[in-house]
């Protein structure tokens, strides 16, 4: 079992004892979707995997999160972004921007990138260094901009 697995386990044991019902609803719902991928998948996820889940549950928290607040729903956005909140606890610490652009210089010379068609290599070195801890799309706008797009 997956050391990330184990940590939201625990979290919902905890959460059970605290009689804390939003949190626990909202972990819960982050088993189950570790869980129907491991279905899917029909494989054990590892912590990579486990990463992938959550960053794409972030994204789609804080894509409902602006949906709600462009309409005024302010009840329904303070949901998601309390969920976003818990969710996160569980993601490695974000990187600074010195840091990123260090890492996507670093890909850009390792992959002999030269122009936006080198991209697709550039990303795929990146995206296993940086996924759950930088927002993917604002990485993919940084390195076009820095193959010249």
Do not use: H, N
Request: charged share 35%; proline share 3%; net charge neutral.
């Amino acid at each position: 079992m997956s050391e990330l697995k184990a940590r939201i386990g625990e979290a919902v044991k905890d959460a059970m004892r605290a009689g804390d019902k939003p949190r626990l609803a909202t972990l819960r719902m982050v088993s189950a979707a570790i869980k129907q991928k491991e279905v899917d998948s029909r494989e054990s996820l590892d912590d990579a995997a486990v990463l992938a889940v959550l960053d794409k549950m972030v994204k789609q928290r804080r894509e409902s999160l602006a949906q709600y607040r462009d309409a005024g729903r302010d009840d329904l956005a303070d949901r998601e972004q309390a969920e976003l909140d818990i969710i996160a606890e569980f993601l490695p610490q974000p990187l600074r921007d010195d840091e990123l652009d260090a890492l996507i210089d670093e890909a850009v010379s390792a992959t002999g990138a030269a122009s936006q068609r080198d991209m697709g290599k550039v990303m795929g070195q990146l995206k296993p260094r940086v996924q759950g801890r930088a927002d993917m799309g604002a990485v993919s706008a940084r390195v076009k901009a820095r193959l010249g797009g």
